[in-house]
């Protein structure tokens, strides 16, 4: 093994990138080293998944609750507000009652206190990413006589989730399936690269396959990835066929047809006081415990008037239109369509009080409001990460450069067995580093983008 220069260790990974690329038109910054985490960290996150798969089911169960008559109607009607009858029947199907999503991906900025969860993908991009990143960095590992978990430590760190965590997570979904097919849509055609290189490393060789919108050659006792969201179903041919077998159990599926799970206001629900108790009954006293740290308060932009001697919580506000008039400092907030849309996922129609003008701030706050009816928005506290300290290396001048900034995680947790059986199993862990004068963290060319490793050390790299 060699001791390579971070150059050297920049070019390996640069030239294993496939020749299609993972993203279509899209890039980023490398860095010759995965970004630490701490073993507190790590720690964290491998209890993280069993939390989350417990949420999802508890949020289950709080809808079908609703329907049924045995929690307030209120819950039901919220979470189907807008929602085509075609996609709510699709929620309510017996066949799919207790199926949850088998790939849960939630999105963690960094803080003092560890971190926040402001989102949760039930059908998250990058699994490729996360797999290929693994791999490589792996490799490199290997090449480089591992990797310095601290600056003269002497340690060594480790991938988290190793060189085939990813790939053996999203296999591991899919057991006893001797075909999978994983339909990625129109809408997500940017990610049909990093699928198209997922399914070519999933043993035995041509079981996996990314099919179009068009494909309908589905077989009994077929798996299949849905890489597509809810809103987009009339852009998806193959949809109705693919949720028939689902229902009568000809194919297995997932994520399940349940917008429940594409659903913002998850977290808003979580916080309302009246559901105080059956959170605490559904998650355990612990589980709950956990996710008030981690979950930003968050509210649910309804515009219904409140009598006159109520106020809205944690906020003092008596109308949702005096956000409007909040100061800049006071407007730390984040407005975000809760789901449903194709404004719902990215950084698309997410707006940072604080980053905008007041006009801005007022007409994105107006529009909100106007369109609770069809497309509800949700209000979260907004967090503000911690800077990192990465490096990342420049090609174009050959130097390796800092970078001061400001990191979102996102964990893979795979979901294998079925019922109690059931485990979140973390295969991987993406970190996504824009700079520091970014308010909201998201993948973009300016960003640094590596895999996660566990060391004794900070998140600060030192090469």
């Known amino acids: 093994m060699l001791s390579m220069t971070s150059g050297e260790r920049a070019t390996f990974v640069r030239d294993r990138l496939p020749a299609g690329g993972l993203f279509a038109g899209q890039d980023w910054r490398i860095s010759p080293e995965p970004f630490w985490l701490d073993r507190r960290l790590e720690g964290e996150l491998q209890r993280l998944g069993r939390i989350l798969l417990q949420f999802y089911r508890a949020s289950e169960r709080l809808y079908r609750r609703s329907v049924e008559g045995k929690s307030p109607s209120w819950i039901a009607e919220l979470l189907e507000r807008g929602k085509p009858e075609r996609i709510v ?8 009652k207790s ?8 999105d963690l900025l960094l803080n003092r206190e560890g971190f926040a969860i402001t989102e949760l993908d039930s059908v998250p991009g990058g699994i490729g990413l996360i797999g290929w990143l693994n791999q490589t960095y792996d490799l490199l590992a290997r090449k480089n006589e ?29 057991e006893g399936h001797d075909r999978v097919h994983l339909v990625v849509s129109q809408e997500a055609a940017g990610y049909r690269p990093e699928m198209e290189w997922l399914s070519a490393q999933l043993p035995p060789a041509g079981s996996y396959g990314v099919r179009n919108t068009e494909f309908t050659d589905f077989a009994s006792g077929d798996g299949v990835y849905r890489f597509f969201e809810l809103f987009d179903l009339p852009q998806v041919a193959n949809a109705d066929r693919i949720f028939e077998l689902a229902a009568d159990r000809t194919v297995g599926l ?16 979580f916080w309302n006081r009246n559901l105080r108790d059956f959170w605490r009954q559904e998650l355990g006293g612990g589980f709950f415990r956990r996710l008030q740290v981690c979950i930003p308060y968050s509210w649910i932009l309804d515009p219904a008037p409140l009598p006159p001697q109520a106020a809205y919580p944690e906020l003092g506000l008596t109308d949702w239109r005096q956000l409007k008039s909040l100061s800049q400092k006071e407007r730390r907030l984040i407005l975000k369509i809760s789901g449903f849309s194709p404004e719902a996922w990215g950084a ?19 529009r909100a409001l106007q369109g609770f009816e069809t497309h509800p928005y949700i209000l979260q506290r907004f967090v503000k990460p911690d800077v990192s300290e990465v490096n990342w290396y420049d090609f174009s001048q050959a130097v390796l450069r800092p970078m001061k900034g400001r990191a979102r995680l996102c964990p893979y947790y795979f979901v294998h067995g079925t019922g109690d059986r059931a485990r979140a199993i973390l295969g991987g862990c ?5 700079p520091a004068d970014k308010q909201i963290v998201h993948g973009m060319s300016e960003a ?16």
């Open 89 to 96: 029947r699709l929620q309510r199907q017996a066949a799919f």
């Open 99 to 106: 199926e949850v999503p088998r790939v849960i991906r939630p």
């Open 146 to 174: 591992g990797f310095r978990a601290a600056a003269d430590s002497g340690t060594r760190g480790e991938l988290i989730g190793g060189a085939a965590g990813p790939i053996d997570g999203f296999r591991g979904i899919f």
């Open 254 to 269: 997932t994520p399940p047809p349940k917008f429940l799970f594409e659903e913002k206001m998850l977290f808003a629900l």
């Open 348 to 366: 698309r129609g997410v707006y940072l009080g604080s980053d905008l003008s007041a006009d801005e701030w007022g007409n994105a706050v107006e």
């Open 430 to 434: 993406l970190a996504t580093v824009c």
């Open 448 to 463: 640094i983008m590596a895999p996660c490793a566990s060391a004794a050390s900070s998140t600060t790299v030192v090469p």
